[in-house]
């Protein structure tokens, strides 16, 4: 259902990073910034499904302020040792790079009703992720960490505190 005369209807080929396609239907809607909002009910409820049966990660961004949802395709506690043993979570940054890590990662930030479904699996997940910069201000309140349900924070490898070095 098309809400605004200024949303237009496309047929899209959606890749994810796993290299898995599909087509759907979309709507875009243009942002006040320009860009395109590309918004489904296919996605949302394909992703709606996936987080009620698949073990999933809401993931925040601190450099840009993105929502990812991450489906490692791994257990939690495979999750928890690999992200412990990670050297350079900087390599989130970077499109061919995060190919090497678990899983498969859809942005949630770039309509509401989406933004809504990350911020539900943030606030009832298993797992949630910050991703900001090896380099941590204060280890004992990191910028960049895997938190469980519980309030544990789990550093990866290669963060280090700004003053120890």
Known sequence: MWRHAWQHRLRL???SNRGHTGRISACVT???????????ENIFS???RRCDTEFVVALEEGFGNREWLWFPATSQEELEA???ALENVETFWHLEARKSWPG???????SIELSGLWESVWNRGRLRARVDMNEQSDLAAPDTYLQRADGKKLLHKGAY???AR
């Not at 243009?30 to 590309?38: D, Y």
């Not at 990662?105 to 770039?110: A, G, I, P």
């Open 82 to 84: 690999w992200w412990s």
């Open 46 to 48: 394909e992703l709606t």
């Open 104 to 110: 498969e990662f859809f942005r949630m930030d770039q």
């Open 13 to 15: 080929k959606m890749v």
């Open 161 to 163: 505190e700004l003053a």
């Open 30 to 40: 243009p942002s006040p910034t320009g860009e395109a909002l590309i918004f489904s």
